[in-house]
């Protein structure tokens, strides 16, 4: 597969100016300290992957490794005797995070952190956080084995419950409601219960907590789970920022009445209404230019039977985008969209705002910066670009710089057994990730 250098010039000089140097000078110091031939050992990283991927191995040939399920505590139990391996100190915060810590050679410094999670989605892949996880360890084991010490301690984790709702990122950054704590997770366990489950304490979560200036900055690798870099044969994403979520619940109202007897003429189908609608905001985000997206993605009508017509539908809207003004012109324009709908079907839209609301978290320049010198120095191409998934990178925004790198992922398929990203790309991320890393260090 051929691949094309392609570095954002802005991303460098954004960077330039809050570390020592110009951004000429960071990528010839990263330069340098790659062509001493610094690398991770990629076949022992690939052959950690397929070692984890045991645990909660699904026959579809990826894994249900659950957060809060045996096969959850497993795969963990392996991780750590990985990170003991690699002569890291470990423990599990009362948050139930993994922590694998190396000291640094300055005193004073706070840490420079880097990891993921190992949890899934049932019937997920064995790809998603596990690339980010297991690479951080191989980062400090490569250290390890090649005797270098970073000046700032070195902090890998291991987050709990990312794919529940970044619980263990959550914890680790703000406080934790007795609300959801008491949420019930896929695993049939409460967030609280799950907590104990691996190992940590919910009455002491304080305690795990960290705050602005706990942290020198926080890196993550992940595989991109979308279909650019593949698509357009890139090796590297450097991830300019997290988008914002902004969803809706969507009630349309209209007369349920006999299939039979009623003329259409005379109809008043909120399912033809909503119908219209899930058209409308396709078109409608797809007329805008930009990196938007919107997404009907649950719809139910009711009664449900075969022979009523529909008088009232329920749905979602969800919309996407690293711009929350941008999220706002478009939500006006959908609802406007909608009440044109009613009028015309003699039915009624209620849209109403949802708690899960996510706010943009955008990745530091700096570490933009780190990120595409160590991959131009190792001679990868790259491409700036969001996120539109969410990561545990957004919560640790909150306290400290946050840089992420992407890896392509094979056809842009995630959350499934088919999820796959080549040996090589693995190889590739890992590496970034370490110079960024020394980078970060040396800055």
Known sequence: MKRRTFVRSATLAAGGAVVAGTAGDLVATTRAQAQTGLRINGARINAHLAELSKFGRNPQGGVSRVAYSDADRDGRAYLMQLMRDATLAVSVDTAGNIWGKRPGSQAGLKPIVFGSHIDSVPEGGNYDGDVGTLGAVEVAQTLIEQGVTTRHPLDIVCWQNEEGGLYGSHAATDAVTAQELAGVSVSGKTIRDGIRFLGGDPTRLEESRRRTGDVTCYFELHIEQGGILDKEHLDIGIVEGIVAITRFDVTVAGLANHA?????????????????????????????????????????????????????????????????????????????EAERIGKQNGTTFTFQGSSTDHVASLSDPAMRAHVAAASKALGLSTKLMPSGAGHDAQNMARIGPMGMIFIPSVGGISHSPKEFSTPKDIENGVNVLLHSVLAADRA
């Open 260 to 336: 039979g007897t009623t003329a259409m003429g005379d109809r008043h189908d909120a399912l033809l209404s909503a119908s219209r609608f899930v058209e409308a905001v396709n078109r409608i985000a797809t007329a805008t230019p930009g990196r938007q997206v919107a997404t009907v993605g649950r719809i139910q009508a009711f009664p449900g039977a075969v022979n009523v017509i529909p008088g009232r539908v329920e749905c979602t809207l969800e919309m996407r985008d690293l711009d929350a003004e941008k999220i706002k012109r478009l939500g006006a324009e959908i609802r406007a």
